[in-house]
Nanobody, 124 residues
Framework: QVQLVESGGGLVQAGGSLRLSCAAS????????MGWFRQAPGKEREFVAR????????YYADSVKGRFTISRDNAKSTVYLQMNSLKPEDTAVYYC?????????????????WGQGTQVTVSS
């Protein structure tokens, strides 16, 4: 069983930056692909970014491409999401998730473990 704990959320002005962290425990972190998802009020949860297990290949939603960067530190069992040039529409609860499968996926149903989420609010 893998436990995931997100941190780093908060309130930021449009154009600002935040760095989210997700610390994993209870499993072999390097064997999981890691993803970030977000859910805005009244909307479905959506894919944001993914990083693969071995090569660290990254995938992004079009809405965040060029502004967000996902990275991982296997020695610290932590995945990060650096968010730059934030917009009010980025306001959401951000979740990290772990996926045991190697094949890249943006579908939340394919992820095995989830964190509790961290709130990101971007003011205009």
């Amino acid at each position: 069983q893998v436990q995931l704990v997100e941190s780093g959320g908060g309130l930021v002005q449009a154009g600002g930056s935040l760095r989210l962290s997700c610390a994993a425990s209870g499993g072999t972190f390097s064997t999981y692909a890691m993803g970030w998802f977000r859910q805005a009020p009244g909307k479905e949860r959506e894919f944001v970014a993914r990083i693969s297990q071995v090569l660290g290949n990254t995938y992004y939603a079009d809405s965040v491409k060029g502004r967000f960067t996902i990275s991982r530190d296997n020695a610290k069992s932590t995945v990060y999401l650096q968010m730059n040039s934030l917009k009010p529409e980025d306001t959401a609860v951000y979740y990290c998730a772990a996926d045991r499968v190697v094949v890249p996926t943006t579908s939340q149903s394919d992820y095995d473990y989830w964190g509790q989420g961290t709130q990101v609010t971007v003011s205009s």
